[in-house]
DNA sequence: ACGATGTCGTTACCCTAGGTAATGACCTAT
DNA sequence: ATAGGTCATTACCTAGGGTAACGACATCGT
C-alpha cells in the first residue's frame, strides 16, 4: 500500500510577486473585519455549491473526507482523525464504521495497546478516493480552466492560506 | 427598513498587479485538476473549522446565511432565497419558519399574486445581523489580522472568485 | 499485586438540515 | 370554465453534527 504525498502547503517565501490579475478589490475589503464576513459568505457558498456536483457518487463528503485523510496522511486510530478533521470521536466512529462496512476501511488491533485500533485505507479505498477525486474535482476543474492562470494563482496561494487558518 | 449595501464582488478589471506575498506555490499547484483537488479539501476544512467558533449563538448558520441574503439582496419570496442559497425550497420554508417565529422576518402578502410570499427582515433581524456578523467573524477576523497585507489582498480577491465560482 | 483512575472506541439518543413526494391555494391559458 | 402550472407548506427519509454513558483496557499509586 502505497499513500498519496498530498502536500498542499507550499513553503513560505516573502516578496514573491504575483503576475497579472482579472479582478481588483478595494483597499476597505482588505482590511481583516470586511474581509472576514465576505470570506465566510464566500467559503460557505462555494462549499454549498460543491455539493450540487456529487450528485451521483457513491460515498458521502463526509466519508471521502476521512478516507482522503486516510490515503494523504497514513494510518491512524479513529480519535486522530476526528482531530485531524474536527469532530468529536463518535461521529467520526459512525463514519468509520460506514467505511468498514464498505471495505475501503481496514482495522488493525494496536499489538502494544488493547484499546486502539489502528485505521488503514485499504486498496478499494484508494481506488475509491483516486476516482472520487477525478469525478468531483471534474465540474470545479471546468470552472478553474476558464479561469485567467493569474487568477488560479491567487486561488492556489489562497489555498495555502486557508489550509493555515483551518488548522490554527 | 434600509439594507447593508453589501457587495462582495468587485468590478472586474485586467492586468491589476498583486504587490507582494509570503507564500510560493509551484505552478504545478495552479494547473485546474490538481488545483481543483486542493481548493476543495481547504474550503471544506475552513468551514469545518469556522462552524467551531459558532459555539454560544443563538442562531444557527443556515439561519444566518439566509437572513443575512435579506439583508443584503432586500425582500424575496421563499423560491428565489431557496435559489440564492441552492438549496430546495422545502427545506428553506423550514428555514424561513423558524426565522418567522423569531421575529426576525416578516411575511407579507404579495398584493398582485396569492401565492407568493415576501419575505422581508425586521428591524430584530437587521440587529441580529449585525451582532452576529460582528460575532462570528472576530475568530477569522483575528486570524486574518495577523496575516501580511498581501496574504489578506489574495484572499480578498480569493473571495471575488469563489463567490463568482459559486454563483455559476 | 491489586484497586482506582484515565483513555479509547462504541452505542444510544437528540438536533439541524439536506433531499423528495404530495397537497392545497392560487394564477394563467385555452 | 376548466386544465395545467406555480408557490409554499407539510410529511417523511437520510446524513451528520453534538453529548452521555458504557465496556475494555492501560496505567498509576499504594
Known amino acids: 500500500m502505497t499513500y498519496d504525498t498530498y502536500m498542499p502547503h507550499a513553503p513560505a517565501s516573502r516578496d514573491e510577486p504575483v503576475p497579472r490579475a482579472t479582478t481588483t478589490v478595494p483597499a476597505s475589503a482588505c482590511r481583516p473585519a470586511p474581509l472576514a464576513g465576505d470570506l465566510r459568505v464566500a ?3 462555494a462549499t454549498r455549491r460543491l455539493r450540487l456536483e456529487r450528485s451521483s457518487d457513491q460515498i458521502t463528503d463526509t466519508q ?4 482522503a485523510a486516510l490515503a494523504n496522511r497514513g494510518p ?3 480519535t486522530a482523525l476526528a482531530e485531524d478533521q474536527h469532530v468529536q470521536t463518535p461521529p467520526m466512529s459512525r463514519t468509520v464504521a460506514a467505511l468498514v462496512d464498505s471495505g475501503l476501511v481496514r482495522r488493525d488491533e494496536d499489538p502494544t495497546d ?3 485500533t489502528v485505521l488503514s485505507i485499504t486498496d478499494a479505498g484508494m481506488t ?3 476516482e472520487t477525486r477525478r469525478r468531483r474535482n471534474a465540474w470545479l476543474a471546468q ?3 476558464e479561469l485567467d492562470p493569474a487568477d488560479r494563482e491567487i486561488l492556489a496561494r489562497a489555498t495555502v492560506l486557508l489550509e493555515r487558518i483551518a488548522t490554527s
Chains 1, 2 share one sequence.
Not at 471521502?64 to 478516507?67: D, E, I, N, Q, R
Open 43 to 45: 467559503v460557505t457558498r
Open 64 to 67: 471521502y473526507a476521512a478516507l
Open 76 to 78: 491512524m486510530t479513529t
Open 114 to 116: 488493547g484499546r486502539q
Open 128 to 130: 475509491e478516493v483516486k
Open 143 to 145: 470552472r478553474l480552466a
